[in-house]
């Protein structure tokens, strides 16, 4: 409930927000409902039983990227009647949509656990979840740095507002068709098994991002990275799942989310500030090698890890 009404309230705020801390503040909200929303969604998705979770996992995260290809475009053609339109009719969408959704979740079946904060504690202390962790503040790191710089970067290049999103488009369409496959494979043969293979693409792919001088030659590095994405974000999820079981599987992706908001909001900051003064070059080598150097950690941390921290419940 508090994440529908903070989805409603932040996202028609900006119908009427006209001053940089309304702005904020609204862009805030819809933030938080967008976080809160993600963790009782994958706990509603997930239920009672827990098989069948990595795909059930990868049609939630899909659903997402979905919303993230649709949204430009819509956004535009509401846009040409005014400023406020998308807002008001995405506001209103949200809560058509929304209070339905609300009564389902609240009727799920779920595992449940007594609340207790030490968990948070208990489980950051897990080498399992500090892989999970490490790996998740890569991810988001490059999404970060990637919104924050791609459209200045293909408009240097010499891209149309239409090339652009037909190359956003095309460079998200992994994450809208291989999730629920990542996810299937994440949970018969273990995350640990699928993370590393993943980064294998994403790594050289970020690295190729900064030194393409074409749009499409960019859209092709972006489609690998993100085929790896598709298969490293159901990885993670599947490696902190392994951990928690479904009692707790709120607990350690609402860690998963925290982590990767943080490093998205650091790395959005930094990227444009990288990209203006030493160009796109440098930025994304230096996210490559950052990326390696925390898969590398995350490697180290699963080498001390226990074969079975959790049964799965």
């Known amino acids: 409930a508090i994440a529908l009404a903070a989805s409603v309230v932040g996202t028609l705020g900006f119908v009427v927000a006209n001053q940089t801390w309304t702005?904020?503040?609204?862009?805030?909200?819809?933030?938080?409902?967008?976080?809160?929303?993600?963790?009782?969604?994958?706990?509603?998705?997930?239920?009672?039983?827990?098989?069948g979770a990595g795909a059930k996992l990868g049609s939630f995260l899909s659903t997402g990227v979905a919303g993230f290809l649709v949204g430009p475009p819509v956004g535009a053609l509401l846009?040409?009647?005014?400023?406020?339109?998308?807002?008001?009719?995405?506001?209103?969408?949200?809560?058509?949509?929304?209070?339905?959704?609300?009564?389902?979740?609240?009727?799920?079946e779920v595992a449940t656990a007594p609340v207790d904060y030490g968990d948070i504690g208990e489980l950051i202390r897990r080498p399992r979840?500090?892989?999970?962790?490490?790996?998740?503040?890569?991810?988001?790191?490059?999404?970060?740095?990637?919104?924050?710089?791609v459209d200045r970067y293909f408009t240097d290049l010499g891209a149309s507002t239409a090339a652009t999103a037909t190359a956003l488009f095309v460079i998200g369409f992994p994450l809208l068709v291989l999730p629920s496959i990542a996810g299937s494979l994440a949970e018969r043969i273990g995350g640990v098994r699928v993370l590393f293979p993943a980064f294998a693409a994403i790594v050289p792919a970020i690295l190729l991002f900064g030194w393409l001088e074409s749009v499409p030659l960019l859209a092709l590095a972006g489609v690998v990275e993100t085929t790896g994405e598709s298969f490293a974000f159901l990885a993670v999820a599947m490696i902190v799942f392994e951990v928690t079981g479904a009692s707790r599987v709120a607990v350690g992706h609402a860690l998963l989310e925290a982590a990767g908001l943080l490093s998205a909001t650091v790395t959005a900051g930094l990227g444009p500030f990288v990209y203006g003064l030493a160009g796109p070059g440098v930025l994304f080598t230096g996210f490559a090698a950052t990326s390696a150097a925390l898969i590398g950690l995350a490697w180290l941390r699963l080498r001390v890890a226990p074969p079975l921290e959790a049964v799965v419940s």
């Open 23 to 51: 702005l904020a503040a609204t862009r805030g909200l819809a933030g938080v409902g967008l976080g809160l929303y993600g963790v009782a969604g994958r706990k509603a998705i997930i239920g009672l039983d827990t098989d």
């Open 129 to 149: 979840v500090q892989a999970a962790l490490l790996s998740q503040v890569a991810l988001f790191g490059f999404i970060g740095v990637f919104d924050s710089t």
């Open 79 to 108: 846009g040409r009647f005014s400023f406020e339109m998308p807002f008001l009719v995405v506001g209103v969408a949200i809560a058509l949509v929304g209070v339905p959704t609300l009564r389902v979740i609240s009727r799920s």
